[in-house]
């Protein structure tokens, strides 16, 4: 028989109809990644979080037609690595899982499915390409608590300069680029999710992975033109780290130029792109007199991403080790997974 090899997907997961919006913002503001406060108190704010914030989240979502598509978005990213892994290698066999952290299918009820479906390998792929405390680290540890499984499982950190993943990123910048008149009348903001600044300050590497993911990228982009990192989705009173993605437009349109926005930390389309960059960036650049705007779209199942996503899997398939990362953060980060564990 062939070796078996688990491959879960982890994701962040999202409300699917309106009624889950409360819970599922209570489950994550009730994450200590998140909200680094002791038990109880840190429930207690995720309760007068969610119970604040649900109605506007829902008027959010009901512009997405009353949930959010990251399942559906996973599930065909993990339908296509699925294939591109069976084409690829033929002497074991795959299945690809996905697990979400807040919302269905929770990463604890993945682990059910992966536990019985017996491999002999597991693999932890997060998509997210750039590592941090919030999310992968999160995933991770959710996982680990959960499985119960004999088999060894590897876990993949982070890709944030996969050149197979940059290069499907420089493709569909380049295609957007290509029916542009003038170049110079545009400027790249590459937009990734914020994080309070002191949590960078930690030794989270989330924020020097995202530069070295827009490093890689526009490197393999190979057009001269200007570009800047941003953020958003910023919350809270927190410092968080910047320049912040809607200044970043203000300050592009008032220079005279319009914007062109990647959302270089997202590999699926959701609320952060669909709304907050496809709606309400776009309506303060257009309040600001934005000659254009431009929005890049996710990588999503392009086949450079999947084959990216299959390139770590084989990998780690390949490897002695059991924390795994495509970039070299242990020396200078401290809550890189490879120096600290989980």
């Known amino acids: 028989?062939?070796?078996?090899?688990?491959?879960?997907?982890?994701?962040?997961?999202?409300?699917?109809?309106?009624?889950?919006?409360?819970?599922?913002?209570?489950?994550?503001?009730?994450?200590?990644?998140?909200?680094?406060?002791?038990?109880?108190l840190r429930q207690m704010?995720?309760?007068?979080?969610?119970?604040?914030?649900?109605?506007?989240?829902?008027?959010?979502?009901?512009?997405?037609?009353?949930?959010?598509?990251?399942v559906k978005e996973t599930e065909a990213q993990a339908a296509a690595l699925s294939g591109h892994l069976s084409k690829t290698v033929k002497d074991l066999e795959f299945k690809v899982f996905i697990g979400m952290r807040?919302?269905?299918?929770?990463?604890?009820?993945?682990?059910?499915?992966?536990?019985?479906?017996?491999?002999?390998?597991?693999?932890?792929?997060?998509?997210?390409?750039?590592?941090?405390?919030?999310t992968t680290l999160s995933s991770f540890v959710t996982f680990k608590k959960a499985y119960k499984g004999t088999a060894p499982v590897k876990y993949l950190c982070c890709y944030p300069q996969n050149p197979a993943f940059a290069k499907?990123?420089?493709?569909?910048?380049?295609?957007?680029?290509?029916?542009?008149?003038?170049?110079k009348d545009y400027r790249l903001l590459f937009?990734?999710?914020?994080?309070?600044?002191?949590?960078?300050?930690?030794?989270d590497p989330y924020q020097a992975q995202v530069e070295a993911s827009v490093a890689a990228i526009m490197e393999q982009v190979g057009m001269q033109i200007d570009h800047v990192v941003c953020y958003q989705s910023r919350v809270g009173?927190?410092?968080?780290?910047?320049?912040?993605?809607?200044?970043?437009?203000?300050?592009?349109?008032?220079s005279g130029k319009s914007p062109v926005v990647v959302p270089v930390a997202f590999v699926s389309e959701h609320i952060e792109t669909l709304v907050e960059l496809d709606l309400e960036y776009k309506h303060l650049a257009d309040e600001h007199g934005a000659k254009d705007y431009v929005r890049v779209p996710v990588v999503g199942i392009e086949p450079l991403?999947?084959?990216?996503?299959?390139?770590?899997?084989?990998?780690?398939?390949?490897?002695e080790a059991t924390i795994m990362a495509d970039y070299a953060c242990e020396a200078c980060h401290g809550q890189c997974p490879k120096r600290k564990g989980f």
Do not use: C
Not at 109 to 128: I, M
Not at 237 to 254: A, E, F, R
Not at 305 to 319: Q, T, Y
């Open 45 to 70: 704010v995720a309760r007068l979080i969610s119970s604040r914030r649900e109605t506007s989240a829902q008027a959010n979502y009901r512009l997405m037609g009353g949930g959010s598509p990251i």
């Open 102 to 134: 807040y919302w269905h299918p929770f990463i604890e009820d993945t682990v059910k499915a992966v536990e019985a479906w017996a491999p002999d390998q597991v693999v932890a792929l997060p998509l997210y390409p750039q590592f941090s405390t919030t």
């Open 237 to 254: 009173p927190l410092k968080w780290i910047g320049p912040s993605t809607d200044q970043t437009i203000i300050d592009t349109v008032k």
């Open 168 to 183: 499907s990123y420089a493709d569909l910048i380049r295609q957007k680029l290509s029916g542009l008149a003038n170049l």
């Open 1 to 40: 028989m062939m070796k078996k090899v688990a491959v879960v997907l982890f994701n962040l997961g999202g409300p699917l109809t309106q009624a889950d919006v409360k819970p599922f913002l209570y489950n994550l503001f009730s994450d200590k990644y998140i909200i680094g406060l002791p038990s109880p």
């Open 305 to 319: 991403f999947i084959r990216a996503l299959g390139d770590e899997v084989l990998r780690a398939i390949g490897s």
């Open 191 to 203: 937009s990734a999710h914020g994080l309070p600044e002191k949590i960078i300050k930690k030794g």
